[in-house]
């Protein structure tokens, strides 16, 4: 069993700021991608960052300059730091992991998801 459990969000003014974190825990060997989607309301699920193993990070175009993802705690945990957030940025913020478990198989994992939201 591999749990991914979500914290942080909230309610933000315009040019805010907030952190999401993530932590992965369970019957993990090892994690090769951890990530951030996000879901706005009547849209789809769609890519905010990813981080690879060792720190490769991949930002969509919206979110670029803006937001910063990491790994840290032996790189099972994941945060997505949003500085300069705009009202589009609101949306049900996921947690992602493809994860190579203990039994040597390579499965997705999702957080809980998390309420952001950016209004005045």
């Known amino acids: 069993q591999v749990q991914l459990v979500q914290s942080g969000g909230g309610l933000v003014q315009p040019g805010g700021s907030l952190r999401l974190s993530c932590a992965a825990s369970?019957?993990?060997?090892?994690?090769?991608?951890m990530g951030w989607f996000r879901q706005a309301p009547g849209k789809e699920r769609e890519l905010v960052a990813t981080i690879r193993r060792g720190g490769t990070a991949n930002y969509a175009e919206s979110v670029k300059d803006r937001f910063t993802i990491s790994r840290e705690n032996g790189e099972n945990t994941v945060s997505l730091q949003m500085n300069r957030l705009k009202p589009e940025d609101t949306a049900v913020y996921y947690c992602?992991?493809?994860?190579?478990?203990?039994?040597?198989?390579?499965?997705?994992?999702w957080g809980q998801g998390t309420q952001v939201t950016v209004s005045s």
């Open positions: 992602n992991a493809q994860i190579l478990t203990m039994s040597l198989k390579t499965e997705e994992y």
């Open positions: 369970g019957s993990i060997f090892r994690i090769n991608l």
